[in-house]
């Protein structure tokens, strides 16, 4: 069974730095694009951060750019998000997933089916 | 790229068809997806490539469009319908959300 469980969240002061974890487990997150998406308290979803299958090539949304940093580690087949700087407006849950596309089209499962995985999220509060 | 969905709720019935928007700010071909989300659950993929339906998920859901502008469509509206949906835009990093559209009973 495919999971991916986010470990680390937890109450910041602003300023202050948390490491997100995400342990995989069905599949090897070296096959597939990772990335991170947030949701605020009762708003919408945000695409944070990628980390390529390859673990060459790292994106990150403006919102976190210098301030976040994705990375992974397959002996573990775990992906990491480091967030430094955080601020009141990084509240929210972290969700780790993976989307089923890259560079070269849709990742499928089957014929008819993308792979679509992700985390139960991990709520990261950044208050004083 | 922006992506503007809309509307951002609606209201509708149980058997009630229901169409939501999803607008490109550029040119986007067909990198988009439709998202469900329930409460306190992760996002689940319902459409990909704009009108291809995910496998396990109910016919009554349809995507179309191309370009800028996109459509999700369910025809016949069940219970468990009543979620949030969100198109995303995956032709360029950053990857963006639309707003979401809440349908409720």
């Known amino acids: 069974e495919v999971q991916l469980v986010e470990s680390g969240g937890g109450l910041v002061k602003p300023g202050g730095s948390l490491r997100l974890s995400c342990a995989a487990s069905g599949f090897a997150v070296s096959t597939y694009n990772m990335h991170w998406v947030r949701q605020a308290p009762g708003k919408g979803l945000e695409w944070l951060s990628c980390?390529?299958?390859?673990?060459?090539?790292?994106y990150y949304a403006d919102s976190v750019w210098g301030r976040f940093t994705i990375s992974r580690d397959s002996a573990q087949n775990s992906v990491y998000l480091q967030m430094n700087s955080l601020r009141t407006e990084d509240t929210a849950v972290y969700f780790c997933?993976?989307?089923?596309?890259?560079?070269?089209?849709?990742?499928?499962?089957?014929?008819?089916?993308?792979?679509?995985?992700w985390g139960r999220g991990a709520l990261v509060t950044v208050s004083s | 790229i922006q992506m503007t969905q809309s509307p951002s709720s609606l209201s509708a019935y149980v058997g009630d068809r229901v169409t939501i928007t999803c607008r490109a700010s550029q040119d986007i071909r067909s990198h988009l997806d439709w998202y469900q989300q329930k409460p306190g659950k992760a996002p689940k993929r319902l459409i990909y490539a704009a009108s291809t339906l995910q496998g396990g998920v109910p016919s009554r859901f349809s995507g179309s469009g191309s370009g800028t502008e996109f459509t999700l469509t369910i025809s016949g509206l069940q219970p468990e319908d009543f979620a949030t949906y969100y198109c995303l835009q995956h032709i360029h990093v950053p990857l963006t959300f639309g707003g979401g559209t809440k349908v409720e009973i």
């Open positions: 997933v993976c989307l089923g596309f890259d560079g070269s089209g849709y990742n499928y499962l089957s014929p008819t089916t993308v792979v679509d995985y």
């Open positions: 980390i390529s299958k390859n673990g060459a090539t790292l």
